[in-house]
């Protein structure tokens, strides 16, 4: 008898270890079914949704880590009052269900919560079999056995359906309330839980969902929401979404990035209503990037006014369209040339120049006004975006130089080779999208270095590249610390800048650390303005998506508007920690009775003239190969950088820096200069009369 008896109970424990595994292996299935329920959730720094991807289902889910009281309470007194009392089933209900599929030949619907939720994760709601409902009486069992109830409850507040696609208690609130769950007023719960069960028919906003609802106000205490009372539906992909497209993001599960909602859609509001008004008549599209320092973190990219909207190319993110850049490029031709050893006081003769061009004729570069203003410093040239003396650095620094700082250490992917823009980039003929432009000028703000551009923030920063840049893979130090203060030193300088901008413009704040660059395209094609504090990066371009020329408006007027607008905005947020510029590392000079500044121990007489010294014409007017149509009497002035001796063909014309000569008719003229340490020759042409 005794071996009897514990053959029996090795019988029987072998079946409750065999119950145990099966239960065990029930309630894992259970969870790896859960998980294929997941969403992709693209959330922004703050938590708010930007984006949800349909999970394989075709519904939408954000998922919660647990469900306030009120909403625990109203789903159970819906659904399943004795859901505590019971291990997963509740057997006075199988025993009706089975009178019921015995007599009537149906089942009942009875089933627990924790049953509701096998079905689900089972995929059984549309098949309802006495077989099925077996096994979904298993599965409850074993998930009831290894979780906890308020586990189960979760579990099931993520699966439930609330109708129109919106699966889980997470994306129900956000999509029907905009809201959070933890936020929902208890109407707004009880409208939620009276959809569970014939969600197809009674999803909120139904007047069946509001016949329901209101059963379940007396355990709530509070009256439901009527029909008339629900905002509208929240999209699954916000406006900001469509930006993030420029970028090859990775998310599996849920991801948080760097982006401000919030901050956006006020920058987009900016944006649409500057458009809107009469002094953008001529310009249909804009376009903002704001980049936190010092952690380069992106914080808002709009490219359209309104992504929903399929007028005026705003289906296409001008963000990240290359558009020729105007004299953005400037504090970079100024900064290199700082590097080899001009500064800010160095002087530059700003008068015509001629350049010779593949098709035999001259370009004559001008400043914005068609003014020449003579003797004038690096300092007031580039705070006054000057454009002849930006071509003279240019010359200094020598193109392949510049061109060496975009492709090496900025990592620039050029549309056509960077020679053959040559002199041109600095008249800003060189294209650029306005997120790889923002993201150069970080390097101002970073004293020289240049940081990788981030998105990602789930666990360890992720980084990205803008459209026209190589891989970054390190932070570089682009310059050192000291001259990057010379140029943001320049450009943070308003009151030298009132040459050319004037006393009252866009680019004036009432702050102090702040310095600021505009660019306008040839012919009012594109205007620019990036601006920078320690704290934060903005900028700004306006045009036309289809690359049509505005109505004079230029940097300062056009895109300096909306700058002016987002900086006051940034100012008065979180990000704005009213960080200091430091100029520590300059020292100030008196040069003829004006204070300017440069470097500790500069040798200030010899690099004041450096620039001058490399400038080797001797003739400054004309110019090689220049052309004039012939009139009687018509005077040409020869002009020189010294005092010289004037011939032409050999005869001599006169003496002096200036002296008046009229051609005696048309032809080819050799016009020579002899100064007291060189000579100079040059050919022009005299045509005659059309």
């Known amino acids: 008898m005794r071996f009897f008896g514990r053959r029996y ?40 949704v930007l984006k949800i991807t349909p999970n394989s289902y075709g ?20 659904e399943d009052r004795y859901f505590y009392y019971h291990p997963g089933i509740n057997p006075l209900s199988i025993f009706r269900d089975l009178g019921t599929a015995l007599f009537r030949f149906r089942l ?14 089972l995929h059984n709601e549309n098949n309802r079999t006495l077989i099925n409902k077996i096994i979904e009486s298993a599965y409850a069992l ?24 919106a699966e889980g208690l997470g994306e129900a609130s956000r999509f029907y309330f905009h809201k959070k769950p933890d936020e929902l007023t208890d109407a707004e719960i009880a409208t939620l839980v009276a959809s569970l069960g014939n969600p197809a028919v009674r999803y909120p906003g139904t007047e069946a969902n509001t ?52 901050l956006s859609e006020l920058l987009r509001e900016i944006v649409s209503r500057n458009l809107a008004s009469p002094a953008f008549a001529s310009a249909k599209n804009a376009a903002i990037v704001v980049i936190k320092q010092p952690e380069n973190e992106l914080l808002a990219v709009i490219g359209t006014p309104d992504p929903q909207k399929e007028v005026n190319g705003y289906q296409i993110n001008m963000a990240a369209e290359p558009r020729p850049i105007g004299s953005t490029i400037k504090p970079f031709i100024y900064l290199q040339a700082f590097l080899k050893g001009a500064r800010p006081y160095s002087l530059l003769d700003d008068r015509e120049y001629t350049y010779p061009i593949a098709t035999g004729f001259n370009i004559y570069p001008k400043n914005y006004d068609g003014k020449y203003r003579g003797m004038v410093t690096l300092h007031s040239a580039l705070v006054n975006s000057l454009n002849v003396p930006a071509v ?43 997120l790889t432009l923002t993201h150069y000028f970080t390097l101002f703000s970073n004293s020289g270095v240049f940081k990788p551009l981030v998105l990602g923030k789930s666990g360890t920063p992720i980084f990205v590249q803008t459209p026209m840049e190589r891989e970054l893979p390190i932070a570089i130090r682009i310059a050192p610390k000291e001259y ?37 395209s040839r012919d009012y094609h594109d205007s620019w303005t990036i601006g920078y504090t320690p704290d934060f990066v903005v900028g700004v371009w306006v045009g036309n998506s289809e690359n049509t020329a505005m109505h004079e408006v230029s940097g300062q007027s056009g895109a300096g508007k909306i700058w002016h607008e987002a900086m006051q905005l940034l100012y008065a947020t979180e990000y704005n920690k009213n960080t200091e510029f430091s100029f520590s590392d300059l020292a100030s000079y008196e040069i003829e009775g004006d204070l300017e500044f440069g470097l500790p121990h500069d040798s200030v007489e010899d690099i004041r003239t450096e620039l001058l010294e490399s400038d080797t014409e001797l003739i400054t007017n004309p110019h090689s190969a220049d052309r004039f149509e012939y009139v009687p009497g018509s005077m040409i002035p020869l002009q020189s950088k010294e005092e010289v001796q004037w011939k032409i063909n050999g005869a001599l014309v006169g003496r002096g820096r200036e002296v008046p000569w009229s051609p005696v008719g048309p032809g080819q003229y050799v016009i020579s200069a002899e100064g007291r340490t060189e000579k100079s020759s040059i050919t022009v042409t005299v045509t005659s009369q059309q």
């Open 9 to 48: 109970l090795v019988v029987l424990a072998s079946i409750l270890c065999g119950l145990f595994l099966s239960a065990k292996a029930l309630s894992s299935k259970a969870l790896t079914l859960y998980h294929t329920f997941e969403s992709t959730v693209l959330y922004d720094r703050h938590g708010e």
């Open 59 to 78: 519904l939408y889910t954000i998922p919660v880590s647990q469900v306030s009281a009120n909403f625990e309470a109203a789903l159970l007194q819906k």
């Open 108 to 121: 009942s619907g009875s089933s627990t919560l924790t049953q509701q939720l096998a079905k689900t994760l």
């Open 142 to 165: 074993s998930l009831d056995a290894f979780m906890s109830k308020k586990d189960i409850l979760t579990m099931y507040a993520n699966v439930a359906y609330f109708g129109r696609q």
């Open 211 to 262: 016949a329901v609802a209101g059963e379940l106000t007396e355990a709530l205490g509070a009256a439901p929401s009527s029909p008339g009372d629900l905002p509208e539906r929240s999209p699954r992909r916000s406006a900001e979404s469509f930006e993030l497209a420029a970028f090859p993001l990775s998310c599996q599960g849920s991801c948080t990035v760097t982006i401000d909602k919030k």
């Open 392 to 434: 003279k650095v240019l010359e200094y620094i020598e193109p392949k130089t510049l061109y060496d700082l975009l492709e090496k250490p900025l990592f620039f992917r050029a549309i056509q080779p960077l020679e053959s823009y040559d002199l041109g980039i600095a008249l800003g003929g060189l294209e650029m999208d306005l």
């Open 484 to 520: 990057v203060e010379l140029v943001t030193k320049i450009i943070s300088d308003r009151n030298t800048s009132v040459d050319q901008f004037g006393l009252a413009s866009n680019l004036n704040l009432p702050y102090k650390n702040y310095a600021v660059k505009t660019g306008t």
